[in-house]
């Protein structure tokens, strides 16, 4: 249980304090996915979007390198169907 429990101190001060669940000292991370958000302790918001770009880069790359067509109307299509939700979630509109 507790090797997917951590601890993620959010301000400029971090915090001392050592927490354990059932004498197994919980880490403390830098930054954390939950939901799908990376949070960092200071709230940035760069390492979740370089993530989103990396990911959205890899797969523009997979439909360039899978689709045989230069049919530009179908990569377009594909693009707007699997790398723009991709790149659109939990994102800032």
């Known amino acids: 249980m507790a090797d997917k429990c951590n601890t ?19 880490p403390q991370l830098s930054h954390c996915r939950d939901l799908g958000v990376v949070i960092t302790y200071d709230l940035s918001c760069s390492i979740h979007i370089h993530q989103i770009c990396v990911k959205a880069h890899q797969c523009a790359n997979c ?3 899978c689709f045989v067509s230069v049919n530009v109307r179908l990569l377009l299509r594909a693009f707007i169907v699997y790398v723009r939700p991709m790149s659109e ?3 800032v509109k």
């Open 8 to 26: 993620l101190s959010i301000g400029k001060t971090p915090i001392d304090a050592q927490f354990h669940i059932h004498d197994t000292r919980l």
């Open 63 to 65: 439909i360039l390198h």
């Open 89 to 91: 979630y939990n994102s």
